[in-house]
């Protein structure tokens, strides 16, 4: 009987020990397993694509109003586009162009684009030859345009252009008989670069060009295209 107990007592043990040997071999087993399959998890969530990686976000955009004002030079070209009518003449202000300002407001509903009214007054030309009465030829314009810019660098430097129309007025009067004025549309572009002082402040340097009127029916007669060269001050206004 103690012979039997002996032998049944090394045969429990030796199944302990080859039980507890291949408890041990599964749990390394297992704690590979659970490694890898974490391993794998971790490159999937990287190379799995939108539907796993989370895209960033877009740079938010507010909608603004902004608000420019400019001087500069406008060349009217009076003269040069009709030399035989001043050539009579021998004391002229502003034959070809002088000093010009310029207004706008303008709303950017898109990061990029903006539409934009505005309007200036172009230099007067004189004429102080006692032979032409004090006669003076002056002209304003107002226009209407969509606005596209583009950063070029750290948000800070941008350039633009305007594409839209103008509405021009001119007169020409004098101390005698002479009181003539007419208005027409012409085309507008308009190009520039704006750098941005403060958060809400810029200045920029612009060209602005307004078509020529060919229409010899009008009472002002035909009129040059007028370009224009401005520095501007502006404000984004943030809401």
Not at 23 to 39: E, F, H, P, R
Not at 120 to 129: A, T
Request: hydrophobic share 40%; with cysteine.
């Amino acid at each position: 009987m103690e012979l039997f107990y002996k032998s049944e007592l090394g045969s429990i043990s030796t199944l302990i020990c080859s039980l507890t040997l291949r408890g041990n071999t599964m749990s390394v087993k297992t704690n590979l397993l659970v490694a890898a399959a974490a391993v794998l998890g971790v490159s999937s969530a990287y190379a799995g694509g939108p539907e796993m990686m989370a895209a960033p976000a877009a740079p938010s955009f507010t909608p603004f109003f902004y608000a420019e004002l400019g001087l500069g030079f406008a060349e009217t070209a009076y003269e040069d586009f009709d030399a035989s009518a001043f050539s009579v003449f021998n004391d002229i202000d502003n034959a070809n162009g002088g000093m010009s300002y310029a207004g706008d407001f303008g709303y950017q509903f898109m990061p990029h684009m903006a539409v934009e009214l505005g309007g200036g007054m172009l230099p007067e030309l004189k004429i102080n030859d006692a032979s032409a009465q004090n006669t003076k030829l002056s002209s304003w314009y107002a226009y209407g345009a969509g606005r596209i810019d583009t950063a070029v660098m750290n948000d800070k430097l941008d350039v633009f252009s305007k594409f839209g129309l103008a509405y021009r007025s001119g007169s020409a009067k004098n101390d005698g008989t002479l009181d003539d004025s007419e208005t027409w549309y012409a085309p507008f572009f308009g190009a520039g670069a704006s750098y941005s002082v403060r958060d809400n402040i810029y200045v920029a340097l612009e060209y602005n060009f307004i078509g020529s009127q060919n229409d010899s029916e009008h009472d002002f007669g035909t009129v040059p295209s007028a370009n224009i060269y401005l520095g501007k001050v502006g404000y984004k206004f943030n809401f």
